[in-house]
């Protein structure tokens, strides 16, 4: 018998109708023969309440005890969906992390799965019962609750997919498929009915928030077939695999954007050999998150290097550097916050010279300050003022024809002012 995971995310299971729904929904997949486990996360806003609530305990709490706290979301509503089964006349048993045989690493607040022991839920599915698993937690090795990280109980479905060799997993949310960009921001983003791991890999460390990011290198490494459909209705959402088929020649297939990124730059001593290498151990040893880094020497200046990371590390930032100032020999430190990163994303970009300059060009014509770059292969970010975030991310996509479903299939048809 075939399995199937589906995974349902906080507005979806954010009252008890939708609860209800939610189980119809299995119920519906189980009597197609399927044995089926239903991930879910907490209701609604669930998690950033109990964050509120923490926070008004300490600025500061211990990230152990932040995990304990952020699992009960789920846990909540494991127990509503599996007392919706037994209401609606069908067996299920409600599991946490633990008790579904999540096995993490012991990183508070964003541990990776190591393993999934799947004896239980396999026994369960094979007497007939749906599974109901809570979605972003685990335990480590030593019977810590973990959790995966905001948005983790995708991964949750994934890799639950991936260990019990299901044949699909399916991500119900509140918008009908993977977009060209966030439809909430960006006028005109449209559904796309296919996407590639890597690009969504991309775009989703990139700031869209539809996937976690790990769900989808759990998916891409396991060949895990996942999808992305609404929650309410029954249209076919986005199809996530490793080839695509349909519109293959967009250059560009999705802009991605993030608020609350800063800027640190640090301006160091001459001999500065070592620095770089000083600076970025110190931050590394402290896990805290480094982007985009850029270094600057010049023959008048003293030698400097910038790097973004996201604005809720810069007080730890800057207090480990400060701390450290004299090891690491460095002069001075500089930092600018509301800054926001946005970027481009597609497979096309490899073999098309010329769609940077396109995307400077776009941003100089709407005046929109470039504080920093990086690229790769498949992607270009740029790093903006945060103020101009949605207004870059709506020019960039519309530069790119990627609410006209217009094929860019070659850099001719890009104007660049700079070359004529
Ligand atoms: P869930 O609670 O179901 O996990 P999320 O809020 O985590 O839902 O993810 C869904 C949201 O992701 C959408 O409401 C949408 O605003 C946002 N989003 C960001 N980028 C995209 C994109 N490229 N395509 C679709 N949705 C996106
Ligand atoms: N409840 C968690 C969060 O809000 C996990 C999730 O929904 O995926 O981040
Ligand atoms: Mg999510």
Not at 45 to 62: H, N, R
Not at 341 to 359: E, T
Request: aromatic share 6%; glycine share 8%.
């Amino acid at each position: 018998m075939k399995t199937i995971v589906m995974k349902f995310g906080g507005t979806s299971v954010a009252t008890p109708e939708k609860i209800i729904g939610v189980a119809k929904r299995a119920i519906r997949e189980k009597e197609k023969g399927k044995r089926v486990v239903i991930v879910v996360s907490a209701m609604g806003k669930t998690t950033d309440t109990l964050l509120g609530l923490a926070g008004e305990i300490s600025s500061e709490p211990p990230k152990r005890e932040m995990d304990m706290l952020l699992a009960t979301g789920e846990q909540v509503t494991i127990s509503l969906l599996a007392m919706a089964f037994k209401k609606l006349g069908h067996e299920a048993l409600s599991f946490t992390g633990w008790q579904a045989g999540i096995e993490t690493e012991s990183v508070p607040r964003n541990a990776r799965i190591e393993q999934i022991h799947t004896e239980r839920l396999e026994r369960v599915l094979e007497n007939g019962y749906f599974c109901v698993v809570a979605g972003f937690q685990g335990v480590d090795k030593i019977g810590n609750i973990t959790t995966l990280g905001r948005g983790g109980s995708d991964t949750t479905a994934v890799a639950l997919a991936a260990a019990l060799k299901a044949e699909k997993c399916e991500i119900y949310t509140d918008v009908n498929g993977v977009y060209t960009s966030d439809p909430r921001y960006v006028t005109g983003a449209r559904k796309l009915q296919q996407i590639s791991y890597d690009e969504m890999l991309e775009l989703a460390n990139l700031g869209a928030g539809v996937l976690h990011p790990r769900a989808v290198e759990f998916a891409k490494n396991n060949h895990v077939p996942l999808s992305v459909r609404a929650s309410y209705s029954d249209e076919p959402g986005t199809i996530i695999q490793e080839v695509i088929t349909m519109e293959t020649n967009l250059i560009v297939r999705g802009v991605a954007f993030e608020p609350g990124v800063a800027r640190v730059t640090v301006t160091y001593k001459k001999p500065f050999n070592g620095s770089l290498a000083n600076i970025f151990n110190k931050l590394a040893e402290n896990q805290i998150d480094v982007d985009i880094i850029v270094q600057s020497i010049s023959d008048e200046f003293p030698p400097s290097v910038s790097f973004s990371i996201s604005q809720e590390s810069l007080e730890e930032t800057r207090r480990v550097l400060m701390e450290s100032q004299e090891e690491i020999g460095f002069l001075s430190m500089n930092v600018e916050v509301a800054l926001s990163k946005v970027s481009i994303v597609g497979s096309g970009m490899v073999s098309n010279p010329g769609v940077a300059a396109r995307m400077f060009d776009i941003l100089r014509s709407e005046e929109i300050p470039v504080k920093m770059v990086s690229t790769s292969e498949i992607k270009i970010s740029v790093v903006v003022p945060e103020i101009e975030m949605t207004k870059s991310a709506n020019a960039l996509h519309n530069a790119y024809g990627l609410s006209e479903e217009e094929l860019i299939e070659d850099t001719s048809k890009f104007s660049l002012n700079t070359s004529s």
